[in-house]
């Protein structure tokens, strides 16, 4: 995931039940990356690779936008279209 829009959750037992890993971090502390941006996330930036648009809403709808982003199963950008 890149990006995060609030506080997670997680249960241990159910993640020790899936022998599941949770890997946390920040690509501003890491010491490559520190002072620059990733060239990797430029270039996907630039091809439009990282963003992933779930919806596009009127900007007249941007209040609706807040709650569409918060709800369970949110995926994706929300647009707001002029």
Known sequence: MIGNRGTVEI???DAMGR????VGM????HPDTIGRRPRALVAGSRTGRLAV???ELPLSAAPE???AVMSPGARG???LVP
Do not use: Y
């Not at 022998?19 to 949770?22: G, K, L, P, T, V």
């Not at 920040?26 to 502390?29: K, T």
């Open 53 to 55: 648009i779930g919806r």
């Open 11 to 13: 249960d241990p037992r």
């Open 19 to 22: 022998d599941a890993s949770i």
């Open 65 to 67: 936008s807040h709650v």
């Open 77 to 79: 950008k929300i647009v």
């Open 26 to 29: 920040s690509l501003f502390n």
